[in-house]
């Protein structure tokens, strides 16, 4: 599988401010994902990032809080702006394997993110 | 709009007892189904997954998930769970109405004691 890598591993951050998450990989790949684990809950899904196209947003979340960037096949960057607390969470990334026609994702290590 | 549910919250087994972890989804059509992992401090990663054939699928480190279409399952079984296998695990499913759109389950946090 791919390996990924995402930066910064954990930050703490004031509420009003913004961060950006980088989420890279060794692969060229065409389908990333953004995914939100907040304590104690599962993850849900942010928004899928293509390469070369607006990024699709999930139920309840906007491009104004959550903007997206994908300049190429292995990299993408999430940024959380004007946070408050209840944004403190781990951000994941994901990509999609297709190999063998078998759709499988897998998940980098994750942004864990306190907002005081 | 699909949906998985993981009954169990919270697991505590002994060493050398068997596990089995219930996960049940909600939509109806072609379903890709899938266990993840996450060990204390690490990433998450794939335990299993489940595309078609054979619905006994078997996964690293002696797992195994048996996909009934009838009951809408996907439980997750060891026979004998070690103290190495304390994690949070976490059943997903995409489905073929639901385009690349991963769901998963609440997750099941398992306490294997010595």
């Known amino acids: 599988s791919a390996v990924i890598s995402q930066k910064p591993s954990r930050d703490i951050c004031q509420r009003g401010t913004s961060l950006t998450i980088q989420c890279q990989v060794d692969s060229q790949v065409t389908m990333m994902f953004w995914y939100r684990q907040q304590p104690g809950q599962s993850l849900t899904l942010i928004a899928t990032?293509?390469?070369?196209?607006?990024?699709?947003?999930e139920s309840g979340f906007v491009i104004d809080k959550f903007p997206i960037s994908r300049p190429n096949l292995t990299f993408s960057t999430l940024t959380v702006s004007n946070m408050s607390p209840e944004d403190s969470s781990i951000y994941l990334c994901?990509?999609?394997?297709?190999?063998?026609?078998?759709?499988?994702?897998?998940f980098g290590p994750g942004t864990r993110l306190l907002v005081l | 709009a699909q949906s998985v549910s993981q009954h169990n919250h919270h697991v505590i087994l002994s060493e050398a007892a068997s596990l089995e972890l219930g996960c049940n989804y909600s939509?109806?059509?072609?379903?890709?189904l899938f266990w993840y992992v996450q060990y204390p401090g690490q990433h998450l990663q794939l335990l299993l997954k489940y595309f078609s054939g054979d619905p006994l699928v078997k996964g690293i480190k002696g797992f195994e998930a048996e996909f009934i279409k009838s009951k809408f399952s996907f439980n997750l079984r060891k026979p004998s769970v070690q103290w190495s296998d304390t994690a949070e695990y976490f059943c997903?499913?995409?489905?073929?109405?639901?385009?690349?759109?991963?769901?998963f389950g609440t997750g099941t946090q398992l306490k294997v004691e010595l």
């Open positions: 939509y109806g059509g072609t379903v890709n």
């Open positions: 994901s990509v999609e394997d297709r190999r063998q026609g078998i759709k499988t994702q897998y």
């Open positions: 997903a499913v995409t489905s073929s109405g639901g385009g690349n759109k991963l769901t």
């Open positions: 990032a293509n390469q070369g196209s607006e990024a699709t947003y």
